[in-house]
């Protein structure tokens, strides 16, 4: 008995993570009885960003333009390169403050199983920039789970391959835990504490 | 250090209830990393939603057409109108199944103190509405604080003057609370167990 275009918005609402069938009807109510201009405002801005956000040509985040702004910024050019797995990595480093160099992001980790490998997370892109560039050190930043694991090990052989100093994100983030959900202080340890690989 | 249209997107998804910073942001990164159309759909469902959607001109509940589904149909007339104060009210009185007559919408209660009067709650409508239909039963459905019970008060005078019968959900609800969290059980419980007010 519900209206088909309000039924239509709570299915679509259910594609976000997190949001069941309850909040779901929750959202599009509010939004449509309480807040029709934040509605609209929010249908022009996703939109808009799924239309134009697309992968930075250096680091591979994502940006709506060819190279995002950490790329395009010569400060940031310390010879340091940190490889995370998604651009919600670089968030949360570039919140902690402890990094000053550039990133390298793969979209993804290796998973033979699902038929992801190097190419599918940019790693020739990647060994590109270690044959043209400055870059000294990979600091590798992969999520401590198995698959993350696996892909730093695949990275330090490259790294190894092209003699470029390789470091991991030191102990203390909790196996299995998801970078994204670190406290900066965590993250900040983690870094300092880095290991020759 | 990030995309400003990025930036622009989790402070869209701001503006839903109970998302905060953190869940804005996995909702801005998933559906641009992994599920683009989704977010398509999204912005096209919510857009055309808040151009479209409006009010029932019966029962004044949310709806793209003039007259809502449950107003046109025959087999709802039956004389008896559950007085709700929103639509996702009417959504969980529809799935208890308990209730076979039509509704009415206050889109609100009674707040003198936020300026919202008998009027912007709709009680003229409601009004004319006694007066020219075959309505024979108010059944009080608004929530069961204290603006729902002052609300529900003064609909009651209104049915007086009008000598249609009224009555009110049944206690069992709790107080506080809000109609659209219970289950269908206790809602059903407390339809049949409602008193003449
Ligand atoms: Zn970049
Ligand atoms: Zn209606």
């Known amino acids: 008995m519900q209206s088909p275009l309000i039924q239509e918005l709570i299915e679509a609402f259910r594609v ?5 069938p309850k ?3 929750r959202m599009a109510f509010y939004l449509l009885e309480q807040n ?3 509605g609209s405002v929010l249908a022009k801005t996703l939109a808009k960003a799924v239309e134009e956000i697309g992968h930075c040509s250096l680091c591979r ?3 709506e333009e060819e190279t995002c702004s950490i790329c395009q910024s010569s400060r940031r ?3 340091e390169l940190c490889i995370v797995e998604s651009p919600s990595d670089v968030s949360v480093i570039e919140q902690s403050g402890i990094f000053q160099g550039q990133y390298f992001v793969l979209m993804g980790h290796l998973s033979p ?3 992801i490998g190097p190419k599918q997370i940019g790693l020739d892109t990647l060994e590109k920039r270690l044959n043209d560039d400055s870059v000294h050190e990979l600091i590798i930043a992969t999520n401590p789970t198995v698959e993350g694991e696996a892909t730093a090990h695949y990275i330090q052989q490259i790294a190894l391959k092209h003699q470029v100093k390789v470091s991991r994100l030191a102990q203390g ?3 299995g835990g998801e970078l994204e959900y670190l406290d900066s202080g965590t993250l900040s340890q983690a870094f300092l504490a ?3 690989m």
Chains 1, 2 share one sequence.
């Open 36 to 38: 029709k201009n934040g």
């Open 113 to 115: 199983i699902d038929g």
């Open 194 to 196: 880095r290991k020759a």
């Open 23 to 25: 909040s779901a009807q």
């Open 61 to 63: 985040t994502l940006t």
């Open 77 to 79: 050019a310390t010879g």
């Open 16 to 20: 976000l993570p997190g949001v069941g």
């Open 173 to 175: 983030i909790p196996m």
